[in-house]
């Protein structure tokens, strides 16, 4: 207790240095700090400074509140510039809040985008920590994500700049420093990470189990940082338990959240794949029917990336760019529906095919069973089954594999020939239904 005492003390008895400290949530800090935690003195810097939306009002509302705030144009990636914003100020502590965002799926990420984000992260935090060396702190506090902890999709570039702050809190906990790294979720405050979220962003972050903090609930877990002996990472975050089950359940929660969900044990084998269930579903429907039985799949799988409730408000014929598609979507889009179909389609498919209805037309292709063949036809066909088969293409054998499956739907009418078939194949191995095609078809 002497000790916390000690630290608050020693917070107000200088600056307090926030930077990215004129956004929305370097503004609520700002004023938590002087509300809360006594601090007269502060330093805002941004890349924007003086000349940011709202600073004005920020300062004359702190200034109401009995504290003096200097705001700084800094580029903290710069550590002359950051020096001299510092100047002779005698620092009591530090909030590291600035952050840049250049999103992107792992395999388009270039240097450019990795700078983006480093810069104000990573060399900003290595600056604030040597320039403040021998500064008396009571707290440095580095405002991390939990990109860095969990992974979030196409924040690759992010998801390294934060797990940095994090291993720099150890550092500095492991040299006698003050430090504690926040790997904060979503704030549900207006800032200029949050401000570039899309209705899609927001879906995708509550399918992954993150749901917005309340900016009290978020001040209030900062004010435990900041007044308790806490470790040096720890993570503040809201959570939807929904999206944290629905993860866990498909088995692809990270490991750190799975002690957030409990799951009913199952019992039974798993049943059959989705694939052959849908093509069996196809050789039992008309052209027509089938056509619909995907494009409804198709828009579902669209309507839920997209985060709407009805996929019936999905229109067929607009482009997936026109509907809001960027590369993240498109790729949990071709994930989906590999999922759904129990295909291995391409990255790219949502830009070959670019409207519902378009990749409809692909996928019923793909999945639906070839018209009955004319016996003439029937060895040319087997021709080019033996043919697809070289070099062993396991993708070719498994779509092989369902095309038969499907046929064996269809000779249900002809009970004497079903009987036969299935009796051959119904247990057979992916090798055995070869072994078949080459000695009987």
Same mark, same amino acid.
């Given at each position: ?40 003195? *502060?330093?805002?810097?941004?890349? !924007? ?68 984000? /480093? ?14 060396? @021998?500064? +008396? *702190?009571?707290? /440095?506090?580095?405002? !991390? ?18 797990? /940095? ?35 899609? +962003? ?107 409730? @009805? ?9 997936f760019s026109q509907l809001g598609f960027d590369s993240l979507t498109v790729v949990e889009l071709r994930n989906r529906l590999d999922a759904a179909t129990g295909l291995r389609l ?40 033996? *043919? ?5 293409d396991e993708a070719v054998r498994g779509r092989v594999v369902a095309v038969l499956h499907s046929a064996l739907a269809r000779l249900e009418s002809d009970a004497e020939a079903s ?10 191995? +992916? +090798?055995?239904? /070869? ?7």
């Open positions: 207790a002497e000790d916390l005492a000690s630290d608050a003390a020693q917070l107000t008895s200088g600056t307090v240095l926030i930077t990215g400290g004129t956004g929305g949530l370097g503004a609520l800090v700002a004023e938590r700090l002087v509300t809360e935690h006594g601090v007269r003195s *502060l330093l805002l810097l941004s890349r !924007s400074g003086p000349a940011a939306a709202g600073v004005a009002e920020l300062v004359e509302r702190l200034a109401g509140l009995g504290a003096e705030v200097a705001v700084e144009a800094c580029d903290v990636a710069d550590k002359a510039a950051l020096a001299q914003a510092i100047g002779d100020r005698k620092l009591s502590g530090v909030v590291h809040a600035a952050a840049v965002t250049a999103d992107a799926a792992l395999a388009g990420l270039g240097a450019e985008q990795v700078a983006v984000a /480093f810069g104000p992260k990573v060399d900003a935090a290595w600056h604030l920590h040597e320039l403040t060396a @021998d500064a +008396d *702190l009571a707290a /440095f506090v580095l405002f !991390s994500s939990l990109a860095g902890l969990v992974g979030t999709a196409g924040q690759g570039n992010y998801a390294a700049a934060n797990g /940095f702050l994090d291993g720099l809190a150890e550092h500095r906990r492991a040299a006698g420093l003050p430090a504690t790294s926040v790997a904060w979720g979503l704030w549900d405050v207006a800032t200029g990470l949050t401000g570039q979220l899309g209705d899609a +962003d927001r879906a995708r972050l509550a399918r992954s189990g993150v749901a917005p903090l309340s900016s009290e609930h978020g001040l209030a877990m900062l004010d435990a940082v900041l007044t308790s002996t806490s470790g040096a990472v720890l993570a503040g975050a809201a959570w939807d338990n929904a999206g944290l089950r629905k993860r866990a359940e498909s088995g692809r929660l990270a490991p750190v959240l799975r002690n957030l969900v409990r799951l009913p044990r199952r019992a039974g084998a798993a049943t059959a794949g989705s694939s052959l269930d849908l093509v069996t579903q196809l050789a039992r429907l008309d052209e027509p029917a089938g056509r619909q039985l995907i494009s409804e799949l198709v828009r579902g799988q669209v309507a839920s990336v997209l985060g709407h409730g @009805d996929a019936g408000g999905v229109p067929v014929d607009r482009t391409p990255a790219t498919l949502a830009f070959d095919y670019p409207t519902v209805s378009a990749l409809s037309e692909y996928v019923h292709q793909t999945l639906a069973p070839a018209p009955p063949l004319p016996d003439e036809a029937l060895q040319a066909s087997i021709d080019q089954i033996e *043919l697809a088969l070289t070099g062993h009987a036969g078939v299935q009796a051959v194949l119904s247990d057979a191995s +992916d +090798d055995e239904i /070869f072994a078949f095609i080459d000695t009987q078809l």
